[in-house]
């Protein structure tokens, strides 16, 4: 089946480590994203990449890194930077031509 | 003034009655614009999008008032089913890299 699969589901780190969240579609799609959500909040673009080996900040890009080695996969590293990354993670794919974005089922990282 | 605006809610309503839900949108260059759902603790999945023209799904009906810049969701003989967050989302380019998504709107159906 075709999809976006992020793992993994729940991520507690402790204050000060950096961690990596995985992103991967095999929907062939071109664009990718990265949103946080926090309760009560929209989803707040982080990154994206619209090709491989390119990505742009998005609104809320501080603290955060990415790399687009393969169209397949999107990771996102929160740093030691980020200074309240504990937040529900999404990731997302489309097509060009298209509006709708596909969502993976999110990682909801906990720093303690 | 957000870019995307809902009432949070949550909307209590018993089975089978009709709830709406509205949203306004600040940028009148928006190109295209969605109504997502989203279950509690999972992702978003969308509902269906909206045009000028408004269009219906079975018991859902989307609108769209470019003038006004508001979008609006008509779920008509509520389901226990339809319980989840409703976000609105905008698309302010053709890209769709510029896509803003609502806090979204809580909705509680009841037996």
């Known amino acids: ?112 | 003034r957000k870019e995307v605006e809902q009432d949070p809610g949550p909307f209590n309503v018993p089975e089978g009655a009709t709830v709406a839900f509205n949203c306004t949108y600040s940028n009148s260059a928006s190109q295209s614009f969605f109504w997502y759902r989203q279950d509690c603790r999972k992702e978003p999945k969308l509902l269906m999008s909206v045009y000028s023209s408004g269009n219906e799904d079975g018991r859902f009906t989307a609108q769209l008032n470019r003038a006004s810049q508001y979008i609006s969701l008509l779920i008509r003989d509520s389901k226990l089913s339809d319980s989840a967050t409703y976000l609105c989302v905008v698309n302010a380019d053709t890209g769709g890299f510029k896509t803003i998504f609502g806090a979204g709107t809580r909705l509680f159906v009841k037996a």
């Open chain 1, 1 to 112: 089946d075709g999809g976006i699969t992020q793992s993994p589901k729940y991520l507690f780190r402790k204050e000060g480590q950096n961690v990596t969240l995985s992103c991967e579609q095999n929907l062939n799609h071109d664009a990718m994203y990265w949103y946080r959500q926090d309760p009560g909040q929209g989803l707040r673009l982080i990154y994206y990449s619209q090709i491989v080996n390119d990505f742009q900040k998005g609104d809320i890009a501080e603290g955060y890194s990415v790399s687009r080695e393969k169209k397949e996969s999107f990771p996102l590293t929160v740093t030691s930077a980020q200074k309240n990354p504990t937040a529900f993670y999404l990731c997302a794919s489309k097509v060009p031509w298209q509006d709708e974005q596909f969502f993976g089922p999110g990682t909801r990282l906990t720093v303690l």
